[in-house]
């Protein structure tokens, strides 16, 4: 009696997703709120059903490519090119020369795709369509030739072991010159309606905040890590195709907030553009896949000419690929960070294991500790600046 009870702090828990338009697929995340003020985030990945992994145990080798399409949409030429990698490292192998170079270009081409995404719709998040629609008519000129290139606009299966699919259309080279013009005008607009904004600066300077030292422990990797100041990067740390001689530079930045993850990818589109002009300068002639009957399907004219080509292509398309027993890991800087490729040969026609370390999933596991004590708000910017692609979270 005479004592006056201690007041309780009073909370309300809300989910957000899976359903709303800036989680990004099947994401859920249980907030607990106090006021605006965000006290706990619990993420919820939940399922996309793809079970990509094990389904790739029971295919031959070739047909684990189009699974790959799937964890990043946004730029699956890149997951063509890293699985295929991983498969030629354990065959022991080395792809011509052309298919290398190829690659580069497509890989660039991917990144500068994906992150136009990413700042895209990070700006619809925040209320600023017409970013959208300048990035957006960009990348779409980009897919008509990726398109003419392979067929597909968004799932292109265009690599395959040994190589690629086919080689590049004529008019492909002269095309995306022009369309990379249009990038730098494109680049040049958004980001002078977004540097000096008051309202984005606002909403995106000093939120969501990571160190470097919390970012290497949680295993960030790409952009992310890049802009709290490391300079990390695959195609510089160990050198694939060629990287380690073209005139580029790794960006970084230095606050690790939401502001800089954003606009760290407007440098690294500057430099995919600076390596995709010296891979076109640098291209060589030559064929785009290996001369090898036990590894690359034949000519067509081959099989339909002669019992020779007929039988190779039925025993490679019945029998598949059949790398020696072992093991390999195989990394690739993807858009989003390291995409690594760890497989399991048992010396038979399909996978016996294929492990797939994807930048998002450690990216993600920080988004707790990003936005707890901060606005409710801010979870959104935070979360469009990780760029999270649920392909890549599914486990």
Not at 157 to 180: E, H
Request: glycine fraction near 8%; hydrophobic fraction near 40%.
């Amino acid at each position: 009696m005479g004592q006056t009870a201690e007041k309780k702090p009073q909370t309300m828990v809300l989910n957000m997703g899976p359903s709303h338009p800036a989680t990004h697929g099947a994401i859920r995340i249980n907030i607990e709120l106090d006021g605006e003020t965000i006290v706990r985030a619990h993420p919820e990945i939940g399922y996309l059903h793809r079970a990509f992994e094990k389904h790739s145990e029971h295919g031959t080798w070739t047909m684990v490519i189009p699974y790959t399409d799937r964890l990043n949409y946004c730029s699956s030429l890149m997951n063509n090119v890293g699985y295929c990698r991983a498969v030629e490292k354990l065959l022991g192998i080395e792809i011509p020369e052309r298919a290398v170079f190829i690659r580069v270009i497509i890989c660039e081409l991917s990144r500068i795709m994906d992150h136009l995404v990413c700042i895209g719709t990070s700006a619809v998040d925040l209320g600023a369509l017409t970013n959208f629609w300048y990035f957006f008519n960009v990348r779409e000129k980009i897919y008509d030739y990726t398109e003419k290139m392979c067929g597909t606009r968004l799932t292109t299966a265009y690599t395959r072991i040994g190589g690629l699919m086919r080689d590049l259309p004529d008019d492909f080279i002269k095309g995306i010159r022009q369309v990379l013009k249009e990038l730098d005008k494109a680049i040049k607009e958004v980001a002078t309606l977004l540097e000096k904004n008051r309202i984005f600066i606002d909403r995106t300077r000093g939120i969501g905040v990571i160190s470097k030292e919390e970012a290497i422990s949680y295993g960030f990797t790409g952009p992310c890590l890049r802009a709290c100041g490391v300079p990390h990067d695959v195609r510089k740390a160990e050198p694939y195709y060629h990287y380690d001689e073209f005139d580029w530079e790794v960006p970084t930045r230095p606050n690790g907030d939401t502001y800089d993850r954003l606009m760290i990818r407007f440098d690294e589109m500057r430099q995919s553009r600076r390596i995709i002009e010296q891979a076109f300068d640098r291209l060589p002639d030559g064929p785009v896949i290996v001369n090898d009957p036990k590894i690359a399907l034949p000519p067509k004219e081959k099989v339909y000419n002669s019992i020779e080509g007929l039988m190779n292509h039925f025993m490679l398309i019945i029998d598949g690929i059949k790398p020696p027993k072992g093991e390999v890991y195989s990394a690739t800087e993807a858009a989003n960070g390291e995409l690594g490729f760890y497989i399991v040969s048992d010396g038979g026609p399909k996978p016996y294991r294929v492990r797939v370390r994807p930048p998002c999933f450690p990216i993600f596991s920080a988004f707790p500790k990003l936005v707890e004590g901060g606005m409710i708000a801010d979870a959104v910017a935070v979360l469009g600046s990780l760029n999270i692609v649920v392909g890549e979270l599914d486990r």
